[in-house]
């Protein structure tokens, strides 16, 4: 589904640097989500979003900020990258709001911190 | 809190042979369970619902309330089956915000050939 991108598709930071994962929807769906993907951890919920300028925390949103001012655009950004945060990041949208349909998620970005 | 657990991390099987990826949670209420399938390097993608009680790619998934279970089932496995596999539901609470996924930690699922 090209219809949710994420950009880069790989991107290798300093620590302490500050870095921006983008995401874009062209549905027009509610409801966008930030996952990280870890050996051992699954799935875990960073941060998600009713709508524009609503977000929420998820389970590990420490070191993460978001924001929403446009409905197809969830951008994802660490603050201070630290090596902890190395892992893949994966955007999703829903057009549900009690997830009947399922998610439809993004083709992930692959960050690594040195 | 709602929770799923998906206790096998790995789990291999012969060409053919039948597979079940375990899936079990705790929920109030009436949960809306799915599976998700990723497979080498791609992005996630839903393979069933249990609101549909479809079958996808030969895979099924019975909800058991009794044992609280929604373990994901094929009869004959398919080298191209492998895959990681993460069964999640959403929150127990209704309304508004009640959209978020909780993932178990996924099953990767090895078919030898």
């Known amino acids: 589904d090209a219809g949710i991108t994420q950009s880069p598709r790989y991107k290798i930071t300093e620590t302490g640097r500050q870095v921006t994962l983008m995401c874009h929807q062209t549905?027009?769906?509610?409801?966008m989500f930030w996952y990280r993907q870890d050996l051992g951890h699954g799935l875990r919920l960073i941060y998600y979003?009713?709508?524009?300028?609503?977000?929420d925390k998820g389970e590990v949103p420490d070191g993460y900020v978001v924001s929403r001012s446009k409905t197809e655009n969830f951008p994802l950004t660490l603050e201070s990258a630290t090596r902890s945060q190395t892992s893949v990041y994966f955007c999703a949208s829903s057009d549900q709001a009690n997830t009947n349909y399922g998610y439809t998620f993004g083709s992930g970005t692959r960050l690594t911190v040195v | 809190a709602q929770r799923v657990t998906q206790p096998e991390k790995l789990l291999s099987v012969f060409k053919g042979a039948p597979v079940e990826l375990k899936c079990n949670y705790s929920?109030?209420?009436?949960?809306?369970l799915f599976w998700y399938v990723q497979y080498s390097r791609q992005r996630l993608q839903l393979l069933l619902r249990?609101?549909s009680r479809e079958s996808i790619k030969g895979f099924t998934a019975d909800l058991n309330k009794g044992e609280t279970s929604f373990h994901l089932k094929k009869p004959f496995a398919q080298e191209e089956d492998s895959a990681m596999y993460y069964c999640a539901l959403p929150p127990n609470r209704s309304g508004a915000g009640s959209y978020q996924l909780t993932f178990g930690k996924g099953t990767k699922l090895s078919v030898i050939p």
């Open positions: 249990h609101i």
């Open positions: 929920y109030s209420g009436s949960p809306e």
């Open positions: 549905w027009s769906h509610s409801y």
């Open positions: 979003s009713a709508a524009a300028d609503i977000t």
